[in-house]
């Protein structure tokens, strides 16, 4: 949707508010919530009773620096209000030669109970615009708000694998660009992405109109496998902490998603990081999305209600090098966290 901006006197995307009880017939709001303020979204989702919009904006960063495009958080506490103070959730370093990759179209974020996973559009901004394109890159956030990268050199989803299909048979760029459409269905995790052919489509002079393009893609991972974190090159053991968390009161079920999961043992330590004795877990099975975690010792319902954080020990094998997923715990009520 777009709104004539007074400040400026153009026209300018923005946000608009829509509910609806099934989902096929919506119902607009009357008013914009934010009517004077540019946004392209990337992302709507909810965390920790917050509504959240995430958005690309040109907001000028300290010292009213330029920044280009950036990844910009709109927070609600209740749908109807959204706060006209915003959170810059994600801003890219320059490179070694000045420039700045920009954030296309904010953060598209899902929540997965205490921590967000979000995919980006990674722009790469040129002096004529049929020369820029797209990647997305990978964020995780704690609280909806700030995003960072697990690798800040990782392309997760480069342009040139999933390139835009141009009919003309000319050589055109892409641009990949990220939403909402997050899914797990049954052991996959389904990323849905949009990527168009870069064209001059709004210059009838350069005669590109019949080349522009965009369509929907589909990128597949096995179920929450984002990233893993294994051994380094060489190593034959080592070790790993979580967060803290604080352990629910109902009955709770840890589960590994993993590789190799005979080389792995999981301690428990409080919150200052001292190793709890008596308790110990092993992962069963080999590997999988949902291995269930056994405790040895006593049982975790024993630390029910105390904040305390998960040391996991790998050792590779002759025939094996655990990797580590995520580990997620299960209450009886199906909630999940991932510490």
């Known amino acids: ?28 709001a009357q008013q914009l919530p934010l009517p004077n303020t540019f946004l392209e979204e990337g992302s709507f989702y909810k965390h920790n009773g917050f509504y959240f919009a995430n958005a690309q904006t040109f907001r000028p960063g300290p010292n009213n620096r330029s920044l280009g495009r950036v990844a910009t958080a709109f927070i609600s506490p209740d749908f109807d209000n959204w706060l006209t103070a915003s959170s810059q959730a994600f801003l890219l370093p320059k490179d070694s030669n000045g420039q700045r990759p920009q954030v296309h179209l904010g953060v598209g974020a899902k929540s997965f ?44 989803i480069d342009h040139q694998e999933s390139p835009a299909t141009v009919f003309t048979g000319k050589t055109l760029n892409t641009i990949l660009a990220q939403g909402n459409g997050i899914l797990n269905v049954g052991d996959q995790t389904l990323i849905y992405h949009g990527r168009w052919a870069n064209a001059i489509y709004d210059d009838p002079q350069r005669g590109a109109v019949e080349d522009y393009s965009a369509e929907v893609a589909l990128a597949i991972l096995p179920r929450d496998r984002w990233g893993a ?32 999961a005979p080389g792995v043992k999981i301690e428990i330590a409080d919150a200052r990081f001292g190793l709890i004795k008596g308790i110990s877990g092993k992962v069963e099975g080999e590997q999988g999305f949902d291995c ?25 094998g002759e025939k094996f090098t655990p990797r580590l997923y995520a580990l997620t715990l299960k209450t009886s009520a199906g909630h999940f966290d991932h510490p």
């Open 1 to 28: 949707m777009t709104q004539n901006d007074p400040l400026t006197d153009f026209a300018h995307p923005t946000m608009q508010l829509a509910t609806s009880p099934d989902g096929i017939k919506w119902k607009t």
């Open 113 to 156: 109970g205490n921590v967000l996973v979000g995919i980006y559009g990674r722009w790469h901004d040129n002096a004529a615009f049929e020369d820029n394109t797209c990647d997305l890159g990978l964020v995780v956030s704690n609280d909806g708000l700030k995003f960072r990268e697990p690798d800040p050199e990782f392309i997760f």
């Open 229 to 260: 974190l294994t051994l380094s090159s060489g190593a034959s053991s080592g070790s790993m902490w979580t967060t803290s968390v604080i352990l629910p009161i109902t009955p709770t079920t840890m589960f590994f998603n993993g590789e190799g």
């Open 292 to 316: 269930p975690v056994n405790w040895q010792g006593k049982p975790l319902s024993s630390l029910a209600g105390e904040t305390v954080r998960f040391r996991i020990t790998m050792q590779k």
